[in-house]
Nanobody, 116 residues
Framework: EVQLVESGGGLVQPGGSLRLSCAAS????????MSWLRQAPGKGLEWVSA????????YYADSVKGRFTISRDNAKNTLYLQLDSLKTEDTAMYYC????WGSGSRGQGTQVTVSS
């Protein structure tokens, strides 16, 4: 059974940083593209970023390019998302998922709130 557990969210001021983690189990992590998605209050699910199986190739939505960094540690079956220069519009529940576009299983999410 695929299990994805996100952590690392919290309340941060505009301009601040957070590092999200996603612990994966129940599947061959190193063989899968992995993605981050987010859902802001009252809005639909938005794809944020993806990373290839070995971590060499990364992809970002225009809204986060240059501010967020995705990475993975296949030895630890863990996916990361470094969030820098955070804006109030980044407030959302963040989910990790399998697949290039995050169309697979998702975890329960971790809340990121950007507010002064």
């Amino acid at each position: 059974e695929v299990q994805l557990v996100e952590s690392g969210g919290g309340l941060v001021q505009p301009g601040g940083s957070l590092r999200l983690s996603c612990a994966a189990s129940g599947f061959i992590f190193s063989s899968n593209f992995m993605s981050w998605l987010r859902q802001a209050p009252g809005k639909g699910l938005e794809w944020v970023s993806a990373v290839s199986t070995g971590g060499a190739n990364t992809y970002y939505a225009d809204s986060v390019k240059g501010r967020f960094t995705i990475s993975r540690d296949n030895a630890k079956n863990t996916l990361y998302l470094q969030l820098d220069s955070l804006k109030t519009e980044d407030t959302a529940m963040y989910y990790c998922s399998t697949g290039r576009w995050g169309s697979g299983s998702r975890g329960q999410g971790t809340q990121v709130t950007v507010s002064s």
